[in-house]
């Protein structure tokens, strides 16, 4: 038997394939939308893909679960509590799949949804591993405060914390010591608050660092667990609906996408006015020329977060790169979220009419009282510390309508972390706010003020 794991770097998204080295079958745990890595380690292993598991509807990423079955007739399970749309086996509480010398075993673990399975694996009779999909992660536990408007079944926040609280300590706690745990995500996820850095564990290790099962009645747990989640981006009820549903193959979804034109200089004049341009070149290039109506979100950085965050869905947009290689990656990364089908056209841009002002940060950092300074972090960042003492909080995910929040009888310099976000951000406002005021981006140099 072979366990392998797969990393969606962008998306904090770890995947699975158990391999029977026996009978030459896979089986696929929470697979992401690009179904090519795994049709890849099978040819490899000269092994078909038999089964397919959802752990539950996944709200930050399209899994490719029924392109997969499509594919290869490959069984998909999921937990009858789903209510999926697509063709599967209900996989529930003691239901067990075999093949060759490994048994998996579903475990109800409701809390970070109401339908969330964990799948237990035992080979030759004794337990290994566990796979945990968003209910227990390395260091935390996924949150439950995602399910109050998507799925078929919708129920509140305090409710799936408490039954996360008995999921964790009747089903999950309850496991040998040494049983390895494998989450469906890592640091960086929006499904989970503090997670570790590190891609498994075990229950033994869990036990002694993970807060979450730690010794606390049920109403200190789920205390703690409500409090200071992140924000919830536009694109998560979207997902969970759309995976429920099933997702279209990923090359014919992309593949239906126009694209062709190179723009260097002037605005394209069939192109709608009224729609987002989403320009993912690196900021220097976008600073110096861009199209009207054109926010920065660049390759290097969350892009699916905050493209699913600014834009709605069923909203559409035009998107911009600096190559056809790099318009065909974003278009991938688009995908991963299922917003491919909002994207009206795709295209390579070399300049545009609208340059930004660079700021001069001596200047700024001399002069700080003569601008409004927007801090575009996330509300928990800024209860943490506040980096300017003046400034105005106003998180990316709230820009688009917030802009009215903003003063305009100074000149606007706006800053996250780390740059990524400020660049997002002063290319909105400047945007919105079509010259009425000078915008600025600290961008990098925030870092100097840190």
Known sequence: MQIKQFENKNLSHYSYAILSECEKKIVLIDPSRDASQYYAYAKENDAQITGIIETHPHADFVSSHLELHQTTGAIIFTSKDVHALYPHQPFDEGQTIEVGKFKLIALNTPGHSPDSISILLEYEGKQKCVFTGDTLFIGDCGRPDLREAAGKIQTTR????????????????????????????????????????????????????????????????????????????????????????????????????????????????????????????????????????????????????????????GESFYLASESNEQLQRMLDRTASIGYESQVIEGFVIKSGTIIEEKLNAGEFEIHQQDYTIVDVRNATEVKERKIFENSISIPLAEMSNRINDIPTNKPIVVHCAGGYRSAAASSLIHSQLNGQVRVLDLGEAVKHFL
Not at 179 to 185: C, F, G, K, L, N
Not at 202 to 208: C, D, G, P, R, S
Not at 249 to 273: A, E, H, M
């Open 158 to 313: 305090l409710e799936l914390a408490r039954k996360m609280y008995h999921s964790l300590r009747d089903k999950l706690m309850l496991l040998e010591d040494d049983v390895i745990v494998y989450p469906a995500h890592g640091a960086g996820t929006l499904c989970g608050k503090n997670l570790s850095n590190e891609s498994s564990s075990t229950i033994a290790e869990e036990k002694k660092t993970n807060w979450s099962l730690q010794d606390a009645t049920e109403e200190e747990f789920v205390q703690s667990l409500l409090v200071d989640q992140p924000f919830i981006p536009h694109y998560f009820p979207f997902d969970v609906e759309l995976n429920r549903k099933g997702a279209p193959g990923l090359k014919d979804s992309i593949d239906n996408i126009k694209r062709g034109i190179t723009v260097d200089g002037q605005p394209v004049s069939t192109f709608d006015k009224s729609l987002w341009v989403i320009d993912t070149r690196n900021e220097d290039d976008f600073k110096k020329g861009h199209l009207p109506h054109s926010i920065n979100l660049m390759e290097k950085g969350k892009f699916e977060t905050w493209l699913g965050s600014i834009i709605k869905p």
